[in-house]
Nanobody
Framework: QVQFVESGGGLVQPGGSLRLSCAASGSNFRIYNMGWYRQAPGKQRDLVAAITSSGSTNYADSVKGRFTISRDNAKNTLYLQMISLKPEDTAVYYC?????????WGQGTQVTVSS
């Protein structure tokens, strides 16, 4: 089915910023609700930010005011702008869509926040 490829992760100091990208294949991206998820070692994978096909957004309490989710339908790309990063944000970040029942998960992109 649809494939998602995450990129943009890396090592950043506390208080730093990072922008993640998610490139989607196929022609249905524009009608998909999308989300960014993250999983830290030994932890459950959790939803951190979501955006509907029409652009409405929602955020986990832990990232409100610091993360911004956006999409560019012309480019079939989902973004996550992260600022004021904390060590607790360290995780592998994934993108996926509940509109297609999630399906398989990609490799994700590692975000490490450490001094």
């Amino acid at each position: 089915q649809v494939q998602f490829v995450e990129s943009g992760g890396g090592l950043v100091q506390p208080g730093g910023s990072l922008r993640l990208s998610c490139a989607a294949s196929g022609s249905n991206f524009r009608i998909y609700n999308m989300g960014w998820y993250r999983q830290a070692p030994g932890k459950q994978r959790d939803l951190v930010a979501a955006i509907t096909s029409s652009g409405s957004t929602n955020y986990a309490d832990s990232v409100k005011g610091r993360f911004t989710i956006s999409r560019d339908n012309a480019k079939n790309t989902l973004y996550l702008q992260m600022i004021s990063l904390k060590p607790e944000d360290t995780a592998v970040y994934y993108c996926n869509s509940p509109s297609r029942g999630f399906g398989s998960w990609g490799q994700g992109t590692q975000v490490t926040v450490s001094s």
